[in-house]
């Protein structure tokens, strides 16, 4: 590729991408499309176009998980009358990455995230981890430009509308006590979890950890912590065991 071609083609990308479409998405229109366009934005992206006029959608986030939360909370306090302890489980299945990322597809959130030309080339559990990040970011900045009210309908349309869904499945239930009580009940061991690798600098670390059943590793997983990582080799120790 020419020197001409790769300016063409840095240049395409340096441009924001429309989020019109996006708004139609979610069924929010922004006073301040500025405010979604950097919900939308990676750090990765400001990196690689030193110029861009918006910040990263990190801060954002930030915000947009509180929103989140309180939201769910304050839902799962006034609808169920369970134990705190059944009402963390549902609120952790509820806003889990699995989830934001889930329904951060359903809403094709992914055509519209601007990241460099390398976390662009992430598939997987990376694009997943960018999907929910982008999710709680565009939370945040609906609360923002139109205050908590529609940041709420936003949420019960698209998170708490699949409650129903989780408890049904059983998808609140933490996959280390799962696996745990499985292990213990079937082949009489208790899992441990061992870190495989850590990398990434600090603001977004990745660790990738081994769950044993002895000197047997039956399974690794992937996450921004290591509680995270731990809980997704778990999920995935259920499944290579058929439990």
């Known amino acids: 590729m020419s020197k001409f071609e790769l300016w063409i083609l840095d240049f395409a990308e340096s441009m924001q991408k429309d989020v019109s479409g996006l708004e139609k998405k979610i069924k929010i229109k922004f006073k301040n499309k500025d405010l979604l366009q950097a919900a939308v934005t990676h750090r990765s992206y400001i990196n690689e176009h030193r110029g861009y006029h918006l910040d990263h959608n990190e801060r954002l986030e930030f915000l947009g998980d509180a929103v989140l939360e309180l939201v769910v909370t304050d839902y799962l306090y006034k609808n169920y009358p369970n134990p705190e302890g059944e009402l963390t489980n549902w609120r952790a299945a509820l806003v889990n990455k699995d989830m934001l990322s889930s329904v951060s597809r359903a809403l094709d959130i992914d055509d519209y995230l601007q990241m460099s030309r390398g976390e662009a ?123």
């Open 121 to 243: 080339k992430d598939t997987g559990r990376a694009r997943d981890y960018l999907l929910a990040n982008a999710f709680e970011a565009i939370i945040g900045a609906i609360y923002l430009d139109r205050g908590y009210d529609p940041a709420k309908v936003f949420i019960a349309e698209n998170i708490l509308s699949r409650l129903k869904e989780v408890i049904e499945s059983k998808a609140y239930i933490d996959p280390k006590s799962n696996f745990q009580e499985e292990a213990q009940s079937r082949v009489g061991i208790t899992p441990s979890y061992r870190v495989l690798s850590e990398s990434g600098p600090d603001h977004d670390k990745r660790f990738v950890v081994g769950v044993y059943l002895g000197d047997e590793k039956v399974a690794e997983g992937e996450g921004n912590s290591k509680q995270q990582a731990q809980r997704e080799a778990a999920k995935a120790g259920l499944e290579a065991k058929g439990w």
